[in-house]
């Protein structure tokens, strides 16, 4: 069965204090791995996606690895507007998504 | 990203009445959408998959007659939650599915009283 552990559940940063989310996962034949933000009463927006290990990928302050059992994405020196609920996800055998529970991000001024 | 338009982004109904949500895929004709329910400190959950032209396919525990969804064509799914009680007042989000890309509309906060 499919599987996505997200880590820490909740984490507060001081702003410029820079750290890492995990995204831990199972699934039989990964497609890609997704990484969203999700601001309160909002939909998911689109961050990055992942597709093989090895794999970074980049945008302002945040950056997103890949390994074969799990994914982080690292937020350097955050600002208060990246205060967010962080979601990852994986693609596997159909299109559509099976999502972690997130992590709420509160950076502190 | 991709343009997805999902109406009413809030509604509060009472309960035994049905609510119905739209969703426009602007950009791309999607002829599969992806409709998501996500409950307080809960994960995204899959409930169902419309076709476009076809019936939908329904996750395990969710009841087709409850949950009517009609994919009336290529760039419009709706659903409707019938008979609503207050166990079905949650966040309903739809993704058109685009293969390896994943955009989602802003969703729809349902409140049933």
Redesign the interface.
């Known amino acids: 069965e499919d599987q996505?552990t997200q880590s820490p559940e909740a984490l507060r940063l001081q702003e410029g204090e820079s750290s890492s989310l995990n995204c831990s996962y199972t699934v039989s034949g990964l497609?890609?791995l997704?990484w969203?933000r999700q601001d309160p009463?909002?939909?998911?927006?689109?961050l990055f996606?992942l597709y093989s290990a090895g794999e970074e990928k980049e945008k302002e302050r945040l950056k997103a690895t890949l390994t074969k059992k799990e994914s982080f994405l690292h937020i350097t020196a955050p600002k208060p507007e990246d205060s967010a609920t962080y979601?990852c996800?994986v693609?596997a055998g159909a299109?559509?998504?099976?999502?972690?529970?997130?992590t709420r991000l509160t950076v502190i001024p | 990203g991709a343009v997805v338009s999902q109406h009413p982004s809030r509604v509060i109904c009472k309960s035994g009445t049905s609510v119905k949500i739209e969703c426009r895929s602007l950009d791309f004709q999607a002829t599969t959408m992806f409709w998501y329910r996500q409950f307080p400190k809960q994960s995204l959950m899959l409930m169902a998959t419309s076709n476009e032209g076809s019936k939908a396919t329904y996750e395990q525990g969710v009841e087709k007659d409850k949950f009517l969804i009609n994919h009336a064509s290529l760039t419009l799914s709706t659903l409707t939650v019938t008979s609503a009680h207050p166990e079905d007042s949650s966040f309903y989000i739809c993704s058109p599915d685009r293969g390896s890309e994943a955009f989602f509309g802003q969703g729809t906060r349902l409140t049933v009283v």
């Open positions: 996505v497609r890609g997704f969203y009463g909002k939909g998911p927006e689109f996606t979601l996800a693609q299109n559509n998504l099976f999502f972690g529970t997130g």
